[in-house]
């Protein structure tokens, strides 16, 4: 495997490095100033006047919709190509909604350039891949163990030209964005069906009748506006029966498309999120003295940095292996890859998150550093798009079926999710 730069992914590396250095990086504390000053308002959900600049200065630099791979509404990288730009995006959380390359709209726009009509391409593609309105994605319920998606318990029922839609979803991520428009529900179009056929996806209206959006859920008291993660009822919401995607039955056929880019995403991002703690780490050490001598001459200091450098590195290889693979033998090939790699990144991001809040002492845990923020999205991705012990099984399962009864092998329905609103 090669994982070298193509000379137009070097290019494109380069202008995001800059665009970082010159407007990113400088609007950190510009970007919580203005939320801030929005909760002050009373309107802590309002979408922020910078994002919307630094998008458009984005697009001129031609960097925007770096993410959507064989396609020519997007920029048409792989997903090798894509790692080393999101992990770049990854440094600062914010950020990916400057190139129109934020979660949970990428595995949206995926999901809806695979599988939508081409009507529903036109109404709901086409102005979020120009970053004109946002979307959710609506799979995880409160009164089910959602790690096992086959428990959901919204129906989805056909009624004439109709579907009608009842249930209870939450940590819909990017629902509390006044921009958001369109929600993808995953239910039941038939209990009775085989287990895994029982579910399907459909293209619902925010604003359709009968949907309420009762409350924000909070992450370690971040609520994540303007976009945050919400607890959201549709009661009898009605909607075109050519609003299902693909057809009856096949929702698990329609995750396994969206989350297995979007899983990688997320591990990508986590590298670049980890890289900069061990950057602030390392800068901090260097700074501060404690018993007579910098803190980077603690042997204990010395061996957290460099613990750390072997970890994200290490991770970072079977990201790009994994991007490589899903590329080349599809996204069932690399499967095992990809849970693996969902595994292995969050946890080595939790871990080198928490020795540079440990070296920062108590304003580690503070907002004056971005570190108790970045910890917050390290520790969700162990749930979001699926806890760590349903990709362990599904790693495990694939192990022994090299040895055992092929009846051991997944199915293709590894768990998918808690909180797979990311």
């Given at each position: 495997m090669n994982f070298d730069y193509t000379p137009k992914v070097q290019a494109l590396r380069e202008t995001l490095l800059a665009f970082f250095d010159e407007h990113i990086y400088p609007n950190e504390q510009?970007?919580?100033?203005?939320?801030?000053?929005?909760?002050?308002?009373?309107?802590?959900?309002?979408?922020?006047?910078?994002?919307?600049?630094?998008?458009?200065?984005?697009?001129?630099?031609?960097?925007?919709?770096?993410?959507?791979?064989?396609?020519?509404?997007?920029?048409?990288?792989?997903?090798?190509?894509?790692?080393?730009?999101?992990?770049?995006?990854?440094?600062?959380?914010?950020?990916?909604?400057?190139?129109?390359?934020?979660?949970?709209?990428?595995?949206?726009?995926?999901?809806?350039?695979?599988?939508?009509?081409?009507?529903?391409?036109?109404?709901?593609?086409?102005p979020l891949l120009q970053g004109q309105i946002r979307s959710a994605f609506l799979m995880t319920e409160p009164e089910v163990a959602s790690s096992d998606a086959t428990n959901i318990q919204t129906r989805i029922t056909r009624d004439g030209d109709s579907y009608v839609i009842n249930g209870h979803k939450w940590w819909s991520t990017g629902a509390g964005d006044p921009r958001c428009k369109l929600y993808i529900v995953m239910g039941k179009t038939d209990p009775d069906a085989p287990r895994?056929?029982?579910?399907?996806?459909?293209?619902?209206?925010?604003?359709?009748?009968?949907?309420?959006?009762?409350?924000p859920l909070t992450v370690f008291g971040y609520d994540d506006a303007p976009h945050g993660h919400m607890d959201i009822t549709l009661d009898n919401v009605r909607v075109p029966a050519s609003n299902l995607l693909l057809g009856e039955g096949r929702g698990f056929e329609i995750a396994q498309g969206r989350l297995g880019p979007g899983r990688i995403h997320h591990c990508m991002r986590l590298i670049g999120l980890a890289e900069r703690a061990l950057e602030l780490m390392s800068k901090r050490v260097l700074q501060r003295v404690a018993f007579g001598k910098p803190i980077a001459a603690q042997s204990v200091t010395q061996e957290r940095i460099a613990e750390a450098r072997c970890m994200i590195e290490q991770a970072r290889l079977l990201t790009l292996k994994t991007a490589c693979m899903m590329d080349t033998v599809g996204n069932k090939g690399a499967r095992g890859e990809i849970a693996m790699i969902k595994v292995v990144a969050p946890n080595m991001a939790c871990q080198v998150i928490d020795w540079a809040i440990q070296a920062h002492g108590a304003a580690g845990m503070s907002d004056d550093f971005p570190l108790a923020y970045a910890y917050t999205c390290a520790r969700t991705l162990r749930f979001a798009d699926g806890p760590d012990e349903v990709h362990r099984n599904a790693i495990a399962k694939l192990e022994l079926a090299k040895y055992t009864d092929?009846?051991?092998?997944?199915?293709?329905?590894?768990?998918?999710?808690?909180?797979?609103s990311k």
């Amino acid at each position: 495997m090669n994982f070298d730069y193509t000379p137009k992914v070097q290019a494109l590396r380069e202008t995001l490095l800059a665009f970082f250095d010159e407007h990113i990086y400088p609007n950190e504390q510009a970007f919580a100033a203005e939320i801030a000053r929005n909760r002050q308002d009373g309107n802590a959900w309002a979408p922020t006047d910078l994002i919307e600049t630094l998008k458009q200065r984005a697009r001129d630099a031609g960097l925007w919709n770096l993410f959507l791979p064989a396609s020519q509404r997007g920029a048409g990288l792989t997903n090798l190509e894509y790692a080393p730009l999101c992990e770049i995006m990854g440094r600062v959380p914010w950020s990916p909604e400057v190139f129109n390359c934020n979660a949970p709209d990428t595995g949206n726009m995926e999901t809806l350039e695979r599988y939508a009509s081409e009507a529903g391409k036109r109404e709901w593609l086409e102005p979020l891949l120009q970053g004109q309105i946002r979307s959710a994605f609506l799979m995880t319920e409160p009164e089910v163990a959602s790690s096992d998606a086959t428990n959901i318990q919204t129906r989805i029922t056909r009624d004439g030209d109709s579907y009608v839609i009842n249930g209870h979803k939450w940590w819909s991520t990017g629902a509390g964005d006044p921009r958001c428009k369109l929600y993808i529900v995953m239910g039941k179009t038939d209990p009775d069906a085989p287990r895994h056929q029982q579910q399907s996806m459909i293209l619902v209206p925010a604003d359709a009748t009968g949907i309420t959006v009762r409350r924000p859920l909070t992450v370690f008291g971040y609520d994540d506006a303007p976009h945050g993660h919400m607890d959201i009822t549709l009661d009898n919401v009605r909607v075109p029966a050519s609003n299902l995607l693909l057809g009856e039955g096949r929702g698990f056929e329609i995750a396994q498309g969206r989350l297995g880019p979007g899983r990688i995403h997320h591990c990508m991002r986590l590298i670049g999120l980890a890289e900069r703690a061990l950057e602030l780490m390392s800068k901090r050490v260097l700074q501060r003295v404690a018993f007579g001598k910098p803190i980077a001459a603690q042997s204990v200091t010395q061996e957290r940095i460099a613990e750390a450098r072997c970890m994200i590195e290490q991770a970072r290889l079977l990201t790009l292996k994994t991007a490589c693979m899903m590329d080349t033998v599809g996204n069932k090939g690399a499967r095992g890859e990809i849970a693996m790699i969902k595994v292995v990144a969050p946890n080595m991001a939790c871990q080198v998150i928490d020795w540079a809040i440990q070296a920062h002492g108590a304003a580690g845990m503070s907002d004056d550093f971005p570190l108790a923020y970045a910890y917050t999205c390290a520790r969700t991705l162990r749930f979001a798009d699926g806890p760590d012990e349903v990709h362990r099984n599904a790693i495990a399962k694939l192990e022994l079926a090299k040895y055992t009864d092929a009846n051991l092998a997944p199915r293709g329905d590894d768990g998918q999710e808690a909180g797979a609103s990311k």
